[in-house]
Nanobody, 119 residues
Framework: QVQLVESGGGLVQAGGSLRLSCAAS????????LGWYRQAPGKQRELVATLTRLKTTNLADSVKGRFIISRDDDKNTVTLQMNNLQPDDTAVYYC?????????????WGQGTQVTVSS
């Protein structure tokens, strides 16, 4: 079982920056992919960025050039640095983990953290 605890988020003006962090526990558990999804009011949840243990990155087109994802496998954390934020980035951001235990894939979600960008 993987538990995800998010931190960061908040209110920022357009053009500003925020940093989201997510810690997965237990720390000893190897997680194949860590990342972030977001869900705006009235919209479906969408991928923002994911990063695998092999350092393969997947970024949504809408955040390329503005958001940077990184992970620390020793601490089992993933960080999303969000720069030049725009009002369209306003959403609840969810940490996501995908783990393969040798026989099946399991997906885990954090509780979500609100990001609000004012114009």
């Amino acid at each position: 079982q993987v538990q995800l605890v998010e931190s960061g988020g908040g209110l920022v003006q357009a053009g500003g920056s925020l940093r989201l962090s997510c810690a997965a526990s237990p720390v000893s558990l190897k997680i194949n992919a860590l990342g972030w999804y977001r869900q705006a009011p009235g919209k479906q949840r969408e991928l923002v960025a994911t990063l695998t243990r092999l350092k393969t990155t997947n970024l949504a087109d809408s955040v390329k050039g503005r958001f940077i994802i990184s992970r620390d496998d020793d601490k089992n954390t993933v960080t999303l640095q969000m720069n030049n934020l725009q009002p369209d980035d306003t959403a609840v951001y969810y940490c996501n983990a995908k783990r393969f235990d040798g026989s099946r894939w399991t997906e885990y979600w954090g509780q979500g953290t609100q990001v609000t960008v004012s114009s």
